[in-house]
T-cell receptor
Framework: TQLLEQSPQFLSIQEGENLTVYCNSS?????LQWYRQEPGEGPVLLVT?????EVKKLKRLTFQFGDARKDSSLHITAAQPGDTGLYLC?????????????FGQGTILTVHP | DAGVTQSPTHLIKTRGQQVTLRCSPK?????VSWYQQALGQGPQFIFQ???????QRGNFPDRFSGHQFPNYSSELNVNALLLGDSALYLC?????????????FGPGTRLTVT
């Protein structure tokens, strides 16, 4: 079973600060996805990274896939209260192209005004 | 363009009862997956349906069953409910040809078992 471990579990920062969330595994993933989930709602897909070393930017969010495709990071620049939520990384379980996604346990981010 | 929809939004059931949750995928999507999310945790995969058949299954007992209809909508059934089945149940759909690269989630059904 491929596992994803996220760190930190909780992050509480002030508006304007930068932060990085990490997603690590001992297994190789064919791709990794990042989701953001707000209370009472389903996860919303932010990005998919597929190629080792790939970097994708989404406004103030920068996503990186490790060269060995075993880890990923999410960096937020100048965080805003609207960034508050649960951030989840996920990848195809078992290295297969079809089927289940395995999720990390999530990082709860709180950005204070 | 409607996204993934789920019904009902909330549900309260008694231990031992049975429940059916419903999901309509995003337009153009043919694959539906179901997840269980306990409070403060990441979603756990239950199973996935494609072409009206269960294609993959996670570590959930046979009390959890499902169905996919010709219009790609899906149902999740849980029999003999336990208190531990209380959770947010999420449905996700995927477009053709992407495998599980990208899954789009509905808002979920919050199930409370008393």
């Amino acid at each position: 079973t491929q596992l994803l471990e996220q760190s930190p579990q909780f992050l509480s920062i002030q508006e304007g600060e930068n932060l990085t969330v990490y997603c690590n595994s001992s297994s190789v993933f064919s791709s990794l996805q990042w989701y953001r989930q707000e209370p009472g709602e389903g996860p919303v897909l932010l990005v998919t990274v597929v190629t080792g070393g790939e970097v994708k930017k989404l406004k103030r969010l920068t996503f990186q896939f490790g060269d060995a495709r075993k880890d990923s990071s999410l960096h937020i620049t100048a965080a805003q209260p609207g960034d508050t939520g649960l951030y989840l990384c996920a990848g195809p379980a078992g290295g297969t192209s079809y089927g289940k996604l395995t999720f990390g346990q999530g990082t709860i981010l709180t950005v204070h005004p | 363009d409607a996204g993934v929809t789920q019904s009902p939004t909330h549900l309260i059931k008694t231990r031992g009862q049975q429940v059916t949750l419903r999901c309509s995928p995003k337009s153009g999507h043919d694959t539906v997956s179901w997840y269980q999310q306990a409070l403060g945790q990441g979603p756990q995969f239950i199973f996935q349906y494609y072409e009206e058949e269960e294609r993959q299954r996670g570590n959930f007992p046979d009390r959890f069953s499902g169905h996919q209809f010709p219009n790609y909508s899906s149902e999740l059934n849980v029999n003999a409910l336990l208190l531990g089945d209380s959770a947010l149940y999420l449905c996700a759909s995927s477009p053709p040809g992407t495998g599980d690269y990208e899954q789009y989630f509905g808002p979920g059904t919050r199930l409370t078992v008393t």
